[in-house]
């Protein structure tokens, strides 16, 4: 069992930069791939970010790929989202995911744990 607490959120304004941070509870986070997601107003849940279990490899969507960086800390049981030239369009709820994998995943049915989301507003 894993249990994930988001934290970081808040309002920025356009270009602007935010790092969330997950911390993650359970003597095994370190075997887990984790990641990142968003969920907009009217919108569906969408990939951002995530990253293997060792912290080796990471993957991201294109729609924040060079602006977000996605990384942890197997020793603090945490993982970060800095996230860099924000716009408006970024404005959601963030969530992380911890998937019982080694491998970074982009599905969202592969995660097993989420956090309860993180509030991000970024305003023009």
């Known amino acids: 069992q894993v249990q994930l607490v988001e934290s970081g959120g808040g309002l920025v304004q356009a270009g602007g930069s935010l790092r969330l941070s997950c911390a993650a509870s359970?003597?095994?986070?370190?075997?887990?791939?984790m990641g990142w997601f968003r969920q907009a107003p009217g919108k569906e849940r969408e990939f951002l970010a995530a990253?293997?279990?060792?912290?080796?490899?990471?993957t991201y969507a294109d729609s924040v790929k060079g602006r977000f960086t996605i990384s942890r800390d197997n020793a603090k049981n945490m993982v970060y989202l800095q996230m860099n030239s924000l716009k408006p369009e970024d404005t959601a709820v963030y969530y992380c995911?911890?998937?019982?994998?080694?491998?970074?995943?982009?599905?969202?049915?592969?995660?097993?744990?989420w956090g309860q989301g993180a509030q991000v507003t970024v305003s023009s």
């Open positions: 995911a911890a998937a019982r994998k080694y491998g970074p995943t982009v599905q969202d049915y592969e995660y097993d744990y």
């Open positions: 359970g003597r095994t986070f370190s075997s887990y791939a």
């Open positions: 990253v293997r279990w060792s912290g080796s490899t990471t």
